[in-house]
């Protein structure tokens, strides 16, 4: 691929030296006498809950602890409050490329969407001298822009033995044997070897893990066999306060996680249903690109652990807490291979020299339920999925072992890049460079409030529309549209004969999937300092009168100030 990549910079020479040079023209000259700008590690994982890493001492976290992230942690800030603007893969990735919202972007939803002709800040780099590339889980509905080297999956990715498809080959996925994590972190470091040196990198490294349906690496897989985890406060969450969403969405552990495929119990294939097809179909989707021996592994930790598991026909409770305490395990298994990678890298750039001129940023694309609520997957506005892990070290200008509480969003990825590179944030980008939050004091100016859109229904888990604002105390929710298909002509692709959004809608409605299909229009409201697990909604309460309509009209001018449209 070497031949492949000088191949690549010969067609783009010509391109990026006019781009280079136009770059030289807003870029302080200073910054380039200096050589003061780093070197940019950017690794997100792909649903890691801020509940699984130890530096954010969760109680699972502490009986499967994650040492190289928390080392980096060590070296630099721990984020508390780092936010995603809509909780899903594809949007979060676009509003990282773009640095803008869903709505102003087009990604919404899952599938299609992004505007393409927008800017990548990948291209901002590349156009300043920087030397850019993305490894692992692109998922966007377009190919990589703004990279001198990508070697990405297909879609969500497999665990074993992955397709990617390498530099100006969007499309042509070959199979490499191995595990996802690993690999990916090998093509990082074959990149960071082989890159042009004589630039300053951005290596964007985009892990699958610790994606649905969470299967572990041979050497991890029975890790955490004989650990039981505690079960969060709100396992049981009756979603008693609450408006219907809590309770129509699709993404209970009860009754949604499915013991075939997502708790690797083949044994329990019902061919009689759809669903049970699917859930056969998506678990041997990936067993059966495992090679023998690694089958062999598989095999012999999850068959025991099944006899067992069958032996004693629990039901009711019993049942619930098995789903949750094997999801936790195979979760854990798999962060175990996401933290020794986080090793690896950091190990390399130690060798390497580049560790003091490097800043690492370590990141998800969103948060995740862990049991909380009684839920996994994301989605919703609710702190757990809100949230996302933060951490970035930068040696010399961000202090060890420091922390930030002030509430930063995945809008400001964008901005923060471009002000490392020494440009000027374009203006029409919402968010804001973190740079001015490094120096550990809080900054004054900071912003006081987040807002927030999710716009994928009517589809997989169900979970209604929303969007609202946050501030440091308040959650302000607004829960609003049409049920079931109804929903469907609200959204652009899905209902386009042809598209991706299309094709997953009619398969979920062949199996009678929308359930739900209430019209909703009404709201929640979280005292977040004293209630921090959001379990008592006070939305119209006495006494709530004052912050509602303080809130709503913060709400109001964010969605006339962004344009907001729905
Ligand atoms: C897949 C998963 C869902 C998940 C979405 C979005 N189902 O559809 O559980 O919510 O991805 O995830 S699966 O059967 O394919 O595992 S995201 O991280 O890409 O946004
Ligand atoms: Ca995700």
């Keep these: 691929y070497i031949t492949r990549i000088m191949m690549n910079n010969n067609r783009n020479q010509l391109n990026r030296s006019l781009l280079a040079f136009a770059a030289l023209q807003v870029m302080p000259l200073s910054l380039f006498a ?45 984020f508390n409050e780092a936010f995603v603007e809509n909780s899903l893969s594809t949007p979060s990735r676009a509003c990282l490329m773009t640095g803008l919202y869903s709505h102003q972007n087009g990604q919404r939803q899952l599938a299609e969407g992004i505007d393409s002709t927008k800017t990548f800040f990948s291209e901002l780099l590349q156009g300043a001298g920087y030397s850019t590339a993305v490894v692992g889980k692109w998922h966007m509905s377009c190919s ?16 074993y033995n992955p397709t990617f498809a390498s530099t100006g080959q969007y499309g042509n996925f070959k199979q490499e044997m191995g595990y996802a994590t690993d690999l990916i972190t090998d093509h990082a470091i074959e990149y960071l070897n082989n890159r042009d040196k004589n630039k300053p990198f951005c290596l964007l490294v985009h892990h699958k893990a610790p994606h649905r349906l969470w299967m572990p690496n041979t050497k991890y897989v029975s890790k955490y066999a004989n650990v039981n985890f505690p079960l969060p406060e709100t396992f049981w969450d009756d979603y008693e306060t609450r408006g219907s969403a809590a309770s129509t969405q699709k993404m209970s552990i009860d009754k949604y996680m499915e013991m075939v495929r997502d ?4 044994e329990m294939y019902d061919p009689s249903t759809p669903e049970g097809r699917d859930s056969y179909a998506g678990l041997m989707g990936e067993m059966n690109r495992m090679t023998p021996q690694q089958r062999a592994i598989i095999d012999a930790y999850y068959m025991p652990r099944n006899r067992e598991f069958l032996s004693k026909n629990l039901t009711g409770k019993e049942l619930i807490e098995w789903k949750y305490q094997n999801y936790i395990r195979d979760y854990m298994a798999v962060i175990a291979s996401v933290d020794e990678s986080v090793g690896r890298l950091l190990e390399y750039l130690d060798k390497n020299n580049l560790t003091d001129n490097t800043i690492i940023v370590y990141t ?42 002030q509430m930063v969003q995945n809008i400001d990825f964008a901005p923060t890049f471009i002000d490392l590179a020494g440009l000027d944030k374009p203006k029409y980008m919402p968010g804001t460079s973190l740079q001015p939050l490094f120096a550990g004091a809080p900054v004054k100016k900071w912003r006081k409030s987040l807002y927030y859109h999710y716009y994928d229904y ?75 697990n959001e379990l008592h909604n006070i939305y119209g309460k006495p006494g709530t009168q004052k912050i509602e309509k303080e809130l709503k009209k913060l709400l109001a001018n964010y969605r006339k100030n962004l344009k907001v449209d729905e």
């Design 144 to 159: 990589p822009k703004g990279f001198d080297y990508y070697h990405v999956l297909d879609d969500q990715g497999q665990y």
């Design 364 to 405: 998800s694309d969103q948060g995740f339920y862990m049991g909380e609520h009684g839920w996994f997957d994301k989605r919703f506005m609710y702190e757990e999925s809100f949230h996302t892990p933060l951490i970035i070290s930068y040696p010399k200008h961000i202090k060890e072992g420091s922390e930030c509480n």
């Design 458 to 532: 009517p589809t997989y888990h169900l979970v209604r529309k929303h969007d609202g604002v946050r501030t440091e105390r308040y959650k302000l929710i607004h829960f609003y549209g049409k049920g079931g298909e109804r929903a469907v002509v609200e959204n652009k692709y899905q209902g386009q004969p042809g598209t991706r959004e299309n094709n997953c809608f009619n398969a979920l409605k062949s199996i009678n999937y929308f359930t739900d299909d209430a019209d909703i229009d009404y709201w929640e409201l979280y005292d977040i300092k004293s209630d921090p």
């Design 263 to 266: 708790l690797k119990v083949p």
């Design 34 to 78: 200096q050589g003061e700008r780093p070197n940019i590690l950017y690794i997100m994982c792909d649903d890691h809950a801020m509940q699984a890493i130890s530096a954010y001492g969760s109680p699972i976290s502490k009986l499967a602890p994650t040492p190289n992230i928390d080392r980096l942690a060590e070296r630099g800030m721990k």
